[in-house]
């Protein structure tokens, strides 16, 4: 199964004594850490006072009662500042602050309840959900978020689909918009005002993500295109030996399995962590086969690892990378599909690479990723990149083969120019992330939860079958027999199926979902052995390598010995995701259900405000866009 889209503390390092010094060797001065406090809540952020509510009729104050929502301090909607520019190189003596201000949780809900009623299907529906998950109402601000920043969404548009990318708050674009038109940016690899301030503002953003990780001091990070690119860039210095396997998860992106290409090359032993039925890794196997295969002293070992699976919703324990750390491998974190939505604390965690992607964080900027290496490791690897570039190396014989790398860990990294006019908005983007993250995991597990229970319960009407089966781990769900519990996130991973219990080809869900105004994802996620274990494809993939050379493998040939197109729909929640969403899926299958999935472009599905109220208040007020 290859990659089957869906069709809709500081970087300073010595400079060289023959090298002008400049603000780009002054990448993450220590002062400049006060522009992001580490871990900083939403309760932290000042804000001035809010209008009364007493205002509100006693028919708002009922229905907020009703819905059991704690108690709230609200503020006025305020909005993001531009990072600060500077025309000057004595400007610069001084960190350069993005003084950035969060949206009110208010924003967005002070307004006057519409006339439009709901249906009591739905108001029903959501009174459940509450009572069945009340962690969820501690996430209100979230809703408000939801309307101040996303109302771009159209009444009839439901994306689920932030596995795939986030949505981006509309105030980061505009802010950054902004901040474009009234800076100067020149390239980081020059002296000019325009130069340092580029490279200023870069030192800002490597800082930023340093103390959003909360990375041991001496951490380095690395400015890539996206997370695959950062796992790339390990996989490719890595020192493989025959002496030490490379020990990875089945349930893992194709960029992580790739980096066994390097390790093949140097014939060093390729080992699966195997996958139970619903994904993720056998914790006590995963052990045993560390010890196993712990590599001889002062050998090389890799371990990489999957935070989240993007495709069967596993968060494995991550006390499996201290295990891992312990039998003296070097471990690598793909934490692309957790980030997002899950507090990563890499001093709580340590690990010795961590490859995220931005856009899957809070949407914009897509094309920047980062590699974060814990200390020590960049000075490691280093030595044993087989290519440079631009920006990379100090000097370089022509002809000849010396050269002289940078003294920079990033830069060593970073070939050619960064995409210095984006890197601003990294930081803006994380310091908005900081005040909702602490409250997205049991918000997200709470909409998958929901989300897979809705899906389960619903039945062909003519014949009562099974119309949906849900495939991946859900929140809450108990462990295998004799294995550790694992966590979930905010993926439906699922099959819908026909009244005789078949699978509805993918292709055929997709076209559906996307006339509806539904955009989710189907195929394999770019994950083999995670969408293999949903399926369980395994005696398949047992015999995919048995061809040669000129009959290479394919999705194809896999799929006629399937005998149906193989992968899943996948239905993912993250920061702006509300249940309007969770309740407007299952309307869409229920009407898919009636329409026996034929495609009726004039036969939508109805209006938001004709189908739910919403999470921040349960009735008109808060209904979501």
Not at 530 to 551: E, F, I, K, Q, Y
Request: proline share 8%; glycine share 8%; aromatic share 8%.
């Amino acid at each position: 199964m290859g990659n089957n889209h869906s069709q809709p503390t500081s970087n300073v390092q010595p400079a060289s004594a023959f090298r002008p010094r400049s603000l780009k060797h002054h990448k993450s001065s220590p002062h400049s850490l006060r522009l992001f406090p580490a871990r900083e809540s939403s309760s932290s952020i000042s804000r001035s006072s809010s209008p009364s509510f007493n205002s509100f009729s006693e028919k708002y104050y009922e229905k907020e009662k009703e819905n059991h929502h704690p108690s709230r301090t609200r503020g006025p909607p305020v909005r993001l500042s531009p990072p600060t520019t500077a025309t000057s190189v004595h400007s610069l003596s001084e960190p350069v602050h993005a003084h950035i201000i969060l949206p009110s949780p208010a924003a967005g809900l002070l307004s006057a309840p519409s006339s439009r009623g709901f249906t009591s299907q739905s108001d029903s529906a959501y009174s459940r959900f509450l009572h069945d998950y009340p962690q969820y109402a501690s996430s209100w601000h979230i809703d408000a978020l939801r309307r101040s920043e996303y109302s771009r969404l159209a009444p009839n548009e439901t994306y689920v689909d932030y596995m795939g990318g986030a949505l981006y708050p509309a105030s980061l674009i505009s802010v950054h918009a902004e901040f474009l038109q009234n800076a100067v940016l020149g390239n980081t690899h020059s002296e000019s005002a325009s130069s340092k301030l580029s490279a200023a503002l870069t030192a800002t953003a490597r800082a930023a993500v340093l103390s959003f990780f909360n990375a041991p001091q001496g951490s380095t990070v690395i400015f890539t295109a996206n997370a695959s690119a950062a796992l790339k860039l390990v996989g490719e210095a890595f020192p493989f030996t025959p002496s030490a396997a490379f020990i990875l998860p089945e349930d893992a992106h194709n960029s992580v399995h790739g980096i066994r290409e390097f390790a093949r090359a140097k014939k060093a032993p390729i080992v699966y962590l195997p996958s139970p039925s619903r994904g993720g890794v056998r914790v006590r196997e995963a052990f045993a086969l560390i010890d196993k295969h712990r590599p001889p002293p002062g050998i090389p070992a890799l371990f990489a690892y999957t935070g989240q699976s993007n495709i069967t919703n596993s968060k494995p324990p991550l006390a499996v990378l201290a295990h891992a750390t312990s039998r003296g491998f070097t471990t690598l974190l793909d934490a692309a599909a957790l980030a997002p939505s899950t507090p990563i604390d890499l001093t709580q965690t340590p690990v010795d690479a961590a490859a995220v992607s931005f856009y899957k964080m809070f949407g914009f900027p897509t094309g920047v990723g980062a590699l974060i290496l814990a200390p020590g490791i960049g000075d490691w690897l280093r030595e044993k990149r087989p290519w440079f570039a631009g920006g990379t190396v100090d000097v370089v014989q022509v002809p000849g083969i010396a050269i002289g790398r940078t003294a920079a860990i990033d830069e060593a990294f970073e070939d050619g120019t960064l995409n210095y006019t984006l890197l601003p908005a990294v930081t803006t983007g994380l310091r908005l992330l900081s005040a909702y993250l602490p409250a997205l995991p049991a918000r997200v597990a709470a909409l998958s939860a929901s989300c897979a229970h809705y899906l389960e319960n619903l039945r062909w009407p003519r014949t009562g079958s099974l119309a949906v089966r849900v495939l991946s781990r859900i929140p809450g769900m108990p462990a295998e027999p004799g294995e550790t519990s694992q966590g979930a996130g905010g993926i439906v991973s699922c099959l819908m199926l026909d009244e005789q219990g078949d699978p509805i080809p993918l292709s055929r869900v997709a076209a559906h979902a996307a006339a509806n105004g539904i955009a989710l994802r189907t195929g394999c996620m770019c994950n083999p052995g995670g969408a293999a274990a949903l399926l369980s494809l395994g005696s398949l993939m047992a015999v995919l390598g048995r061809g040669d050379a000129n009959h290479p493998p394919t999705l194809r040939a896999l799929e006629e010995a399937a005998g149906r197109e193989l992968g899943v729909v996948r239905i993912s929640f993250g920061l702006a995701s509300c249940w309007t969403d969770v309740w407007r899926v299952r309307s869409w299958v229920v009407q898919a259900l009636k329409d026996e999935w034929v495609i009726k472009p004039s036969a939508l599905v109805p209006h938001a405000d004709e189908i739910d109220g919403e999470a921040g208040f349960g009735g008109v007020v808060g209904r979501a866009i």
